[in-house]
T-cell receptor
Framework: SQELEQSPQSLIVQEGKNLTINCTSSKTLYGLYWYKQKYGEGLIFLMM?????EEKSHEKITAKLDEKKQQSSLHITASQPSHAGIYLCGAEPTDAGGTSYGKLTFGQGTILTVHP | GAGVSQSPSNKVTEKGKDVELRCDPI?????LYWYRQSLGQGLEFLIY????????KSGLPSDRFSAERTGGSVSTLTIQRTQQEDSAVYLC??????????????FGPGTRLTVL
């Protein structure tokens, strides 16, 4: 089965600082999703990456998928307290033919704290 | 439009009782997923419904867990004879389609289940 490892497990930064969260897969990623979760709430979709080398940005958050499609990074520029939460990467398992099966496997999450 | 909704938001029950958790997916979404999030286990896939196909039950932890999806819309996750280890947040997600291509899953706020 596909396993996703996130690092760091937790991160504490001062407001205004940049930060990066990594997600590494044991297998080639077919679709890589980034979600954010606030305590006691559901997951908020951030971005989905599919192609090797792909990069997407939304406001101050940028996500990249490496060329080999086994590692993704999430970068936040000039962090704000509103960025605090748990960031989760998720991926779909695929068969040898590259067909995905919808259900997601998630990393353990990265807890981000941003001090004002 | 409305997102995925779940009810109840919180459920406290006694060990051995049965519980039902409800999920209303986004209108028009044909795929529906149940996940469980607990300390130490992270976010785990439970079951997946896609259209009229037989559900993928590969993530259900025991035969005490079952789920139905009526009319291709609302889903109910039932846990019989609850155990303390069933305590977790149960998250539901839906997507427009799945199994043939990557697509984004949108999550509900979850139901926090506590088994005393």
């Amino acid at each position: 089965s596909q396993e996703l490892e996130q690092s760091p497990q937790s991160l504490i930064v001062q407001e205004g600082k940049n930060l990066t969260i990594n997600c590494t897969s044991s297998k080639t990623l077919y679709g890589l999703y980034w979600y954010k979760q606030k305590y006691g709430e559901g997951l908020i979709f951030l971005m989905m990456l599919q192609k090797g080398g792909e990069e997407k940005s939304h406001e101050k958050i940028t996500a990249k998928l490496d060329e080999k499609k086994q590692q993704s990074s999430l970068h936040i520029t000039a962090s704000q307290p509103s960025h605090a939460g748990i960031y989760l990467c998720g991926a779909e398992p695929t068969d040898a033919g590259g067909t995905s099966y919808g259900k997601l496997t998630f990393g353990q999450g990265t807890i981000l704290t941003v001090h004002p | 439009g409305a997102g995925v909704s779940q009810s109840p938001s919180n459920k406290v029950t006694e060990k051995g009782k049965d519980v039902e958790l409800r999920c209303d997916p986004i209108s028009g979404h044909t795929a529906l997923y149940w996940y469980r999030q607990s300390l130490g286990q992270g976010l785990e896939f439970l079951i997946y419904f896609q259209g009229n196909s037989a559900p993928d039950k590969s993530g259900l932890p025991s035969d005490r867990f079952s789920a139905e999806r009526t009319g291709g819309s609302v889903s109910t996750l039932t846990i019989q004879r609850t155990q303390q280890e069933d305590s977790a947040v149960y998250l539901c997600a839906s997507s427009p389609f799945s199994g043939t291509d990557t697509d984004t899953q949108y999550f509900g706020p979850g139901t926090r289940l506590t088994v005393l």
